[in-house]
């Protein structure tokens, strides 16, 4: 162990000197002592018994993020970035946890309106609400992107933020998944919970970036994922505050404040977070910006280390196989551009040694 | 020093038990332990050559904070409060550092105007421009709100995110308080620094909830304040993606998408924080909201200690007096209603030894 740790000192020393003799020369070099101690690195942790990234298949994927992260954390290495700088963020539906046959959110609004329904006897008979409280996902389709918000302003507003928060963590504790039977919490990948915790480890701070809205995912993703509600980003309606009775209470309003979605997710990184992150993972064309805005060229004059991965659902067996035409989740451009930038494109079937976790 | 543990210990059982006995009974308990214990930290602090809150003077306002701290952070104590929850939210302007005569951001957007006239020859003959840069105050001041959003639109938006930050950053390094001569990130008030250290020491999480705009605010708090720009919360500009030449770029749009005032406070906390703090620092009625938020009434069935200060500028010769009828920092309706909430008022000219850090 004491010999290890007086090799890398040297490789770091190595390292500065180089730095000092040009970018160029010493950013090629980095790459490669990085890739030649990732060997070493993960060789010492599995003879410690600390198993890195234990559901990854040992290979390129998980090698490659190993070596980004020794590249990141190497003090005095020309590519090191300071702790508060290393900022990661995720999407959540289909990266962290599954999205099919379609966003589990939308199956919980589908089963608020249920319970609102007698509240509002008009709805038997108004589109969007009459397919949707039928079940009949073909008649809500036909309503649009217009019916879609319809139904999503009627289940998830007119109530105050903690009555949300209640109604939509009772959904989750009570509710299964129509095709696996699990609790929708418990269909979240564990090779991503690894990948969470190994990054916190190496004091990277992590958020959540999702298209999913806000307030639905922070009811459980400080328990599930280990991220704090002030590490969430995703779409967000309008509130207002009022004392109701002297207690001070924040309304949720039918109007949408962020669509944290395609473009809309480096707004959304920029409105919350308000540095670039180096680290994103995505699995759709909704995370394309996202990525894009990670990884900033080279050529733009900046030098950090930046990582991007695309979880690519190739495993009908284990969870699903989908990608450029699907309905939920469409992976298409950002697969054609994943070459260019440098992302890495994780194959669920062969880079994951298992899906979800042990019960 | 082992004596004092072993004491402590003691009173930790205690509470434990009382708990079990009753809330009520515990509650008035764990506050008369909480004062009994107060000393004896304050000593034993000091035996150890800690200073606790040096700026402040030995006091009331000091205890009172002291004391909230002690309980929250007692663990076994039925006041206890888990370190995620320990969100603790200040104003800016009046709050963390001075705002007279006028908000230091507007003098900004007002030398910023001038850097940016040759670009805008109209300006010259039309309002509010007109005044703005001739700096005749009363004349802007007689184009209302309108006037105003349309300097700060003018100045703020237009450009990227990044030539922002860039513009706001070097305005601050060249600029000189026209009263003080000092540099505005030099009219910061050391008492309040010494707090946000105290109680980011005792596991709080610290953010900045500000009417003043979050961008600007990023550009100092971290380095300043040592609050890390994900947990800046202020006015908000809207924003938009776009490649450039192939560089992910946002540009500012000249549209609001939050006024982080009143009570748009609660909103801003609610969208990038997701709890509810249980500490909140203000000057003005446009923190009343935020304070009203954070201190929720017992009656409300909430039974989390909370607290809630306001700075009350009462130092004409130190630094500024002005409350109930000032044009800017006005402290009025809140100041009525500190006493029935429980808000401590801090007295700038009796309870702090000093108001900027040595130079």
Redesign the interface.
């Known amino acids: 162990m004491a010999l290890t740790v007086r090799v890398d000192r040297g490789y770091t020393r190595v390292l500065a000197r180089a730095a000092g003799q040009g970018q160029a020369l010493a950013r090629v070099l980095a790459s490669v002592l990085a890739y030649c101690l990732l060997a070493s690195t993960l060789a010492r942790a599995e003879a410690a018994g600390v198993a890195v990234l234990p559901s990854w298949q040992a290979g390129p994927a998980r090698d490659a993020i190993v070596a980004f992260v020794e590249q990141v954390t190497r003090e005095g290495a020309s590519t090191y970035v300071a702790p ?1 700088e290393r ?1 990661a963020t995720f999407d959540n539906d289909g990266t962290l946890w599954s999205e099919q046959p379609v966003y589990f959110q939308l199956l919980f609004a589908l089963d608020r309106l249920r319970d609102l329904a007698p509240q509002h006897p008009e709805w038997k008979d108004t589109e969007p609400f009459k397919s949707a409280l039928v079940g009949d996902l073909d008649g809500l389709k036909a309503t649009g992107m217009e019916g879609l918000m319809q139904i999503l302003m009627a289940s998830h507003t007119g109530v105050t ?1 903690d009555e949300f928060a209640a109604a939509a963590g009772q959904w989750l504790k009570d509710s299964r998944h129509p095709q696996t039977g699990k609790a929708y919490t418990e269909m979240i990948y564990q090779p991503m919970l690894e990948l969470l915790d190994y990054l916190r480890a190496n004091d990277f ?1 992590v ?1 959540i970036v999702s298209g999913g809205g ?2 639905f995912l ?1 009811v459980f993703a ?1 328990a599930v994922y280990g991220v ?5 980003v995703g779409t ?1 309606l ?6 109701r009775d ?3 209470t ?1 309304m949720r309003d039918p109007k949408v ?2 669509v944290d979605d395609k ?5 959304g990184i ?6 670039r992150p180096i680290f994103a993972a995505g699995n759709s064309d909704g995370d394309l ?1 996202m990525l ?2 990670t990884t ?2 080279r050529d ?1 004059g900046d030098t950090t280390p930046r990582f991007a991965l695309l979880v690519h659902h190739t495993d009908a067996e284990r969870e699903y196989a989908y990608d450029r035409k699907s309905a939920v989740g469409k992976l298409d451009a950002a697969l054609d551009e994943a070459p260019s930038r440098g992302w890495l494109v994780v194959d669920m079937k062969k880079d994951w040694r298992r899906i979800y976790p042990d019960a």
Chains 1, 2 share one sequence.
């Open positions: 508060a900022i933020t701070k958020f806000i307030d922070r400080e704090p509600p002030e590490q969430v967000t309008e509130a207002h505050f009022e004392l002297g207690i001070p924040l404040s962020l473009a809309g997710k480096p707004v920029y409105r919350h977070i308000g540095r910006q894009q805005y900033i060229p733009a």
